[in-house]
């Protein structure tokens, strides 16, 4: 029980805090640039709501996507 509740933590903290996350929205400013909510983020990349040219979103159901992907682009 103590080991699935340390996976457990480590899967819910990984995405902010330890940079498993997807790619930033900064990579695609023509696209993002007048995106400034999570519901906007998830008009294109929800599941039911899935833009031809959007990849879905894993966790559809999670908020705070630009807090995971507006992150500064590291090159």
Do not use: Q, W
């Not at 340390?6 to 640039?33: D, M, Q, W």
């Not at 559809?60 to 090159?75: A, R, S, Y």
Request: hydrophobic share 35%; aromatic share 10%; with cysteine.
């Amino acid at each position: 029980m103590k080991k699935l509740l340390i996976i457990s933590l480590f899967f819910f903290a990984g995405c902010a805090y330890l940079g498993f996350h997807g790619k930033s929205v900064r990579n695609f400013p023509e696209v993002h640039e007048s995106v400034v909510a999570d519901s906007e983020c998830l008009e294109c990349h929800h599941p039911d709501n899935k833009n031809d040219d959007a990849p879905v979103s894993p966790h559809p159901d999670f908020t705070g996507c630009l807090k995971c992907h507006n992150d500064e682009i590291k090159k």
